[in-house]
């Protein structure tokens, strides 16, 4: 069975860069799309990006256009996500996830493996 671990977060100055990392056990994650997910006190879960199989982004544009990237080290078996320029607004829990179906789902229902999730705070 898939296991998910982020680590990387933590307290940042507004316009700061983190990165986050994923580790995968139990499936190769080259031969599933990964994503990233987060979550701000009182809000839904919301889709920031993921990686596809040829390892191809889909990011949330309207979230995160242009700061965010998401990558992997297939020797790791480990995804990241490098957050540059980040504002209050990124204030959130971050959990990577996988799906149940091999295509990119940006509702939080289509995920079936989620880590434990790491805290990033922004201050302004």
């Known amino acids: 069975q898939m296991q998910l671990v982020e680590s990387g977060g933590g307290l940042v100055q507004s316009g700061g860069s983190l990165r986050l990392s994923c580790a995968a056990s139990g499936r190769t994650i080259t031969n599933w799309i990964t994503a990233w997910f987060r979550q701000a006190p009182g809000k839904t879960r919301e889709f920031v990006g993921a990686?596809?199989?040829?390892?191809?982004?889909?990011m949330n544009e309207d979230s995160v256009k242009g700061r965010f990237t998401i990558s992997r080290d297939n020797a790791k078996n480990t995804m990241y996500l490098q957050m540059n320029d980040l504002r209050p607004e990124d204030t959130a829990v971050y959990y990577c996830a996988a799906p149940y179906m091999p295509y990119v789902s940006r509702n939080a229902m289509g995920y079936e493996v989620w880590g434990q999730g790491t805290q990033v705070t922004v201050s302004s």
């Open positions: 990686i596809n199989r040829s390892g191809g982004n889909e």
